[in-house]
């Protein structure tokens, strides 16, 4: 078990794919001695291809699903702390604005040493469309992002993606491994 404290980000949008990615976090950081992040990122699109926000034009609308979405991760919270062993924490965030953006920033900002996250069941687009962003999300952060099949199979890892940067901290990259040694 390492000294120093690793961060792994989940990213939360309150679907079925949810529980086994924190579940697999769980693991992870009661294994590896890490704190979980479990962010949500609020964002409704004036229209579905136009990226600006509707609480722009709806801010009391908006601030009664930012309290709903803030009680949500709090019981998300509560329900799974009990299963985390070890010196690590959970810890919520709940941001507004463009998801991909805002969990870069969050990343940046809290030196997060992975990304796990839960596939979508099986729809094909779905799939797909998770898949790019996943590795969207790999290269513009350069931390390693681990995917978790959505059916209940924890141990089953579907895809582990690395940056391919210049430069990969070699810290990240042995965090990436340690699941593999788990």
């Not at 509707?54 to 702390?81: C, D, G, N, V």
């Not at 010196?87 to 991909?100: A, T, V, W």
């Not at 391919?164 to 901290?169: E, R, T």
């Not at 990240?172 to 040694?181: L, R, S, V, W």
């Amino acid at each position: 078990m390492q000294n120093k404290l690793c961060n792994i980000l989940v990213p939360i949008d309150f679907m079925g794919k949810d529980k086994w990615a924190i579940a697999r976090a769980i693991e992870l950081a009661s294994h590896f001695n890490c704190n979980i992040h479990l962010v949500h990122v609020v964002f409704k699109p004036v229209f579905p291809m136009l990226p600006i926000d509707s609480s722009r034009f709806t801010p009391y609308a908006s601030h009664i699903e930012m309290q709903e979405r803030r009680q949500k991760l709090a019981e998300l919270k509560a329900l799974y702390k009990n299963r985390l062993k070890g010196d690590g924490n959970i810890e919520i965030s709940l941001l507004q604005g463009r998801p991909k953006q805002q969990l870069k920033n969050y990343i940046d900002s809290y030196a997060m040493d992975m990304v796990v996250m839960g596939l979508p069941g099986f729809n094909l687009l779905k799939r797909l469309i998770s898949s790019i962003s996943i590795s969207i999300l790999a290269r513009k952060t350069n931390i390693t992002v681990l995917t978790v099949r959505s059916g209940g199979l924890i141990s089953y890892l579907k895809k582990m993606v690395l940056p391919s940067h210049n430069h990969i901290p070699i810290e990240h990259i042995e965090f990436a491994g340690m699941p593999a040694d788990s």
